[in-house]
């Protein structure tokens, strides 16, 4: 097989065309490392492989099969339902060099417990970068280190050659992605906030124009100090949890790493990125380099770090990372075991006659990942239209067996053109064909795609296959939203897999509104639920109480499954915090606390035990978390209904060979009527972490501002009936942080606005009929940018969420009223689609409950 060959100091190109390679001349590989490398200026005369006088693909190709050994490296993986496994890497030639070559010039073997997977049976996938959406961000640097004239300025423009080259490497870095690539940019300068310059768009003419302007419009020729922590932390932020297993996240940014102006901490911005999903890419560079950050921050997300000591070698950094982003693949298969045996997944990638092998990271237990194989999932994905142009493509999640056609309709008055994503565009479907019709009464175009022969089953597309399939392109579109902004605007037409094997297609941007999910229904006094990460994957797992002893963790998977353990009980339970990774909780009748979860790593099992908080304060509530003396370390926060005080309990060393460590009780007020609720956080903005709190029977919410853990009571409301829960959000979206209520006493919901200096608005009330409202959870759930909320009302056994219509005016949304007791409610997205889903329990059912949201149609 001949092969195009493009050898460069960062990268090798490889693609398969055809005829065949010469036989191989064995050859150093001292030397070859210093052809790529650059020394040599002439490829050295033993490279001509066939005494030809040229040097040609492949010579070096034959070369490159006995010098380079293979690796795969920076691994992570997904395992979600329907069976399925996907490990995203990069693949590496010798010298740690990614090796850019199609999919199809590797041989890919998928092992289960070291069981070959036979390819006859279920479909082992390998794709390139371009079949995940890439989505990435751009941090530039316009702070002083980078804006001085010192580092030059060749063209007398007043712009340095540094943020010139910095400019130049990210046109570079734009013009190399594939053409769906999202791309984004942020900009820092000076103590002003770091600034969106972009948003996510697919426009590389429009994401220049806007680098063109930096200078001018944001940094206004006036650079400064550097925030580049916030600002990489700002970009992180885009991020969110919807879509994350069809995105490859990345940021780039350049930096010194010196910083000693951002809020925010290398470790924090890693802890996010991880969280999210996101690689960062760093170049250092700078006369006061410190890499140490840097390097730490990089390889915390399995990003790359970068050193440039000039202009030179900065340009050369940009092009490191895209070579790296270009070597990275997906690889999937579709298990076929139904059973709860656990078997640790693997792969092996051959080339050339090098070889990889990659153990995966722990048991996968098949059961866990049960899902409908027959049911397929595509949805739509563009940005917003830049000058009225627009390109959405229509993309694969994940497909059944035997789909040979697909049909669906579209009913918009838009006029759009079509087009097969090509194979090199990470296209699944490149060689079908599409008839197109359009019904001018309904408005409605027919979209009928076909494999080359439908009557043939080799022609179908491999199961389990995941891409971009069709893009439309518009020239005129106002906003992505004037294309289909509802549910009833694109249907598939399922009808033609009757008989052929029932599968379906089912458009993944579709809301179907809150789907009622039992994750346990004999869960005895369910009480209090909350969310967290509790374990290594970065999904969000469940954690529910029961005062009646019952405690459980729900470990997610990300697209609706849960594995249920059981960890112990603990009689009265009314609150439950995330202390790290482990659990503390308060309850009325007993002492805190904690539990601490320890991991086998042979077996990957985790267990659980009981350790005491305090033993000083016989019975707590509205327990909370937080570092309250700045020593780095967790202390515990919780009010006593026994002694009306609230404490926080200061984390100490403790004597061995007691395995858990000491807390000291420490008064933070007394005569606080029953406390129930607590909220560790930082409402001043000033580093310390403040409490917030709810006293039941004294009819008051105080918040106590922490100096140096000396703290003083700033009154909310003395006048509040009988508050039960608080949460502390930014209600009005004016840049503080206000207060939302359940007043128990009154039946009613009610907020407090932040007017400033430790003052607060008079009550506003939202609801002043859901007798028994017990718990309140703030959130945008219907993810139109304002603050709504879910609450539970005990007394009429009912669910709901409120719906804020952008002018802080609510509308009760009742999820269920038949919901015995119902006790807890929060907000989290738990399946990783668009839309942030409700958890609840019910006390008299004995149950909790995810309520999945999916939310109209959203882009």
């Known amino acids: 097989m001949r092969r195009t060959l493009l050898i460069l100091p960062w990268a090798i190109w490889l693609s398969a065309v055809d005829a065949a390679p010469a036989p191989a001349q064995l050859a150093s590989a001292e030397a070859l490392g210093e052809y790529l490398t650059g020394v040599a200026e002439v490829p050295p005369a033993w490279a001509d492989d066939n005494e030809d006088g040229v040097i040609d693909a492949a010579d070096i190709v034959s070369l490159l099969s006995h010098i380079f050994s293979l690796s795969v490296s920076d691994v992570s993986w997904d395992f979600s339902p329907p069976y399925l496994l996907d490990f995203h890497f990069t693949m590496r030639q010798g010298g740690g060099v990614p090796a850019v070559l199609a999919p199809e010039l590797f041989d890919i073997q998928a092992y289960e417990q070291g069981n070959p997977i036979s390819p006859t049976e279920t479909a082992v996938l390998l794709a390139g970068s371009a079949s995940k959406v890439l989505r990435s961000f751009l941090v530039l640097d316009y702070s002083l280190s980078m804006a001085s004239l010192a580092n030059g300025d060749s063209d007398g423009d007043g712009l340095s050659d540094a943020v010139e080259t910095m400019q130049d490497g990210c046109r570079v870095f734009i013009a190399a992605l594939n053409e769906d690539a999202q791309t984004g940019i942020f900009e820092f300068h000076s103590d002003d906030d770091p600034q969106m310059v972009s948003n996510f768009t697919t426009s590389a003419q429009a994401l220049n124009d806007r680098i063109d302007r930096i200078w001018f419009d944001q940094v206004q020729q006036s650079p400064g100090n550097s925030h580049c922590w916030d600002a990489v932390y700002a970009a992180v932020e885009q991020f969110g949890a919807a879509n994350r297993r069809d995105e490859r996240r990345f940021i780039v940014f350049l930096s010194d790493g010196v910083d000693e102006s951002s809020i925010h901490t290398p470790e924090e911005i890693s802890d996010e990125a991880v969280a999210r999903g996101v690689k960062i890419y760093c170049i250092g560079f700078g006369a006061e380099l410190d890499p140490t950050e840097l390097q730490r921050l990089t390889a915390a997300t399995n990003g790359e770090y970068y050193e440039a000591d000039n202009l030179t070698e900065m340009t050369d950094a940009f092009y490191r990372i895209i070579a790296d982003l270009a070597g990275q693949y997906t690889l ?224 997610a998977n990300g697209r609706g499954g849960f594995t249920r353990q059981n960890i112990g009980g603990f009689a009265g339970l009314d609150q439950i915090a995330l202390y790290g990774r482990d659990i503390v909780i308060s309850s009325p009748l007993q002492y805190l606390a904690w539990w601490h979860q320890k991991l086998d790593p042979q077996t990957q099992l985790r267990t659980w035990e009981q350790w005491p908080v305090s033993n000083q304060i016989a019975g707590t509530s509205g327990v909370a978390v937080g570092d309250i003396d700045l020593d780095g370390d967790l202390d515990i926060v919780a009010g006593s209904p026994t002694d009306n005080h609230i404490h926080w309990f200061e984390r100490v060393p403790s004597a061995p060979p007691q395995p858990y460590p000491d807390f000291i009780p420490i008064s933070i007020v007394s005569g606080f009527n029953n406390p129930v609720s607590c909220r560790t956080i930082d409402f001043e903005g000033d580093g310390d972490i403040d409490i917030v709190a709810a006293a039941h029977g004294g009819n008051r919410v105080s918040l106590f501002t922490n100096q140096s853990e000396a703290f003083t009571q700033r009154p909310v409301s003395t006048t509040v009936q009988g508050p039960r829960c608080i949460q502390v959000v930014d209600m009005d979206r004016d840049g503080d942080l206000d207060i939302l209520c359940a007043a128990e006493g009154s039946n009613s919901i009610v907020w407090w606005a932040n007017m400033g200096n430790y003052t607060f608005s008079s009550t506003r009330t939202i609801d002043t009929s859901f007798p028994g409202v017990c718990s309140v959870f703030a959130a945008d759930i219907d993810t139109d940018g304002d603050i709504d909320f879910a609450a539970a009302a005990r007394a009429i056994n009912t669910v709901a969420w409120y719906e804020n219509d952008g002018y802080m005016r609510f509308t009760r949304r009742v999820l269920s009223n038949d919901y015995l007791e119902a006790s807890g409610v929060c907000v989290e997205f738990l399946d990783e689609d668009e839309y942030p889903d409700i958890l609840s329990t019910a006390f008299g059912n004995n149950e909790v409950t995810w309520w999945r949201n999916g939310r109209a149609f959203r882009w």
């Open 332 to 555: 999937r298969w579709a298990t076929l075991r139904r059973d709860t045996t656990p078997f640790l997944p693997g792969f092996q990638v051959r080339h050339e006659g090098s070889e990889a092998i990659y153990l995966g990271p722990g048991p996968y237990v098949p059961a866990n990942y049960a899902g409908n194989t027959f049911a397929g999932a595509l949805r739509l994905v563009g940005t917003e239209p830049v000058s009225g142009e627009a390109k959405i493509y229509l993309r694969a999640e994940y497909i059944p067996r035997n789909v040979r056609r697909i049909v669906f309709r579209i009913r918009t008055p838009r006029h759009l053109q079509h087009e097969l994503v090509t194979r090199g565009s990470g296209g699944i479907i490149p060689d079908w064909t599409v008839t197109a019709s359009y019904n001018w009464a309904s408005q409605e175009y027919t979209f009928d795609l076909r494999s080359p022969n439908p009557s043939d089953l080799a022609t179908s597309i491999p199961y389990g296959s995941f891409g971009p399939m069709l893009a439309f392109r518009f020239r005129h579109l106002p906003t992505l939203a004037s294309f289909i902004s509802g549910p009833e605007q694109f249907h598939f037409d399922n009808t033609i897999y009757a008989g052929l094997g029932n599968q379906s297609m089912e458009l993944t941007n579709i809301w179907r509104g809150f789907d009622r999910n039992g994750l346990a229904g004999n869960f005895a006094g369910a009480e209090e639920v909350i969310t967290g990460l509790i374990n290594e994957d970065a999904i969000p797992d469940v954690i529910a109480g029961g005062s009646n002893g019952a405690l459980s963790v729900f470990y």
